[in-house]
């Protein structure tokens, strides 16, 4: 089993639909969690931390449940410039391990 | 401020040849990590550095893989001798250290091995 599992997409949707993201991970001593964000040909930046109690930033936000290993990632009202593929991450014990992403197009 | 620095951007060498990949992390970071991506298996954490020291290379894939940081402000990885199937973006990240998870990353060096 992979240690970071997400549905690859493509996720192909509208200008101002909600669109969910998840994430599964194998090790229970996972101690924290992230999404970046990588556009075409571009490197992967930190899009945000993800806390135990849930996190929203604007349009973003993240979840995380401990209990059943899983993240998700929901973006409202999404923008072209959304378009790019979603990256997980999580870190054990100083290692950040990837997942290999979710890409998300948006149409107008 | 600069970011990561990765040079060169693209190369294509003919397999057998040697490739060395060159990063320049951020002044102060003091945690360096070289990643491979590529379509199949995404991003792969290769090898990395802490106070200059390497801490995990068991992500580096065989002997033909090597990788040393002098410096605080350089790292290189080399491919001697590479094969077609090291074709891949190399990306060097670097980052402070603490709990934030953030990783800066350079923009890649995108290596073709014919």
């Not at chain 2, 600069?2 to 490739?19: D, F, K, L, N, Y």
Request: aromatic share 10%; proline share 5%; charged share 20%.
């Amino acid at each position: 089993r992979k240690e970071v599992e997400q549905d690859p997409g493509p996720f192909n949707v509208p200008e101002g639909a909600t669109v969910a993201f998840n994430c599964t991970y194998s090790n229970s001593a996972s101690q924290s969690f992230f999404w970046y964000r990588q556009d075409c040909r571009k490197e992967p930046k930190l899009l945000m931390s993800v806390y135990s109690s849930g996190n929203e930033d604007g349009r973003f936000t993240a979840q995380l449940n401990r209990a059943s290993q899983y993240i998700s990632l929901l973006i409202r009202d999404s923008k072209l410039s959304d378009s790019a593929t979603y990256l997980c991450v999580v870190n054990l014990q100083g290692n950040l391990i990837f997942g290999k992403g979710t890409k998300l197009s948006v149409k107008p | 401020d600069a970011g990561v620095i990765q040079s060169p951007r693209h190369e294509v060498t003919e397999m057998g040849q040697e490739v060395t990949l060159r990063c320049k992390p951020i002044s102060g970071h003091n945690s360096l990590f070289w990643y491979r991506q590529t379509m199949m298996r995404g991003l792969e954490l290769l090898i990395y550095f802490n106070n200059n020291v390497p801490i995990d290379d068991s992500g580096m894939p065989e002997d033909r893989f090597s990788a040393k940081m002098p410096n605080a402000s350089f790292s290189t990885l080399k491919i001697q001798p590479s094969e077609p199937r090291d074709s891949a973006v190399y990306f060097c990240a670097s980052s402070s250290g603490g709990s934030t998870g953030e990783l800066f990353f350079g923009e890649g060096s995108r290596l073709t091995v014919l």
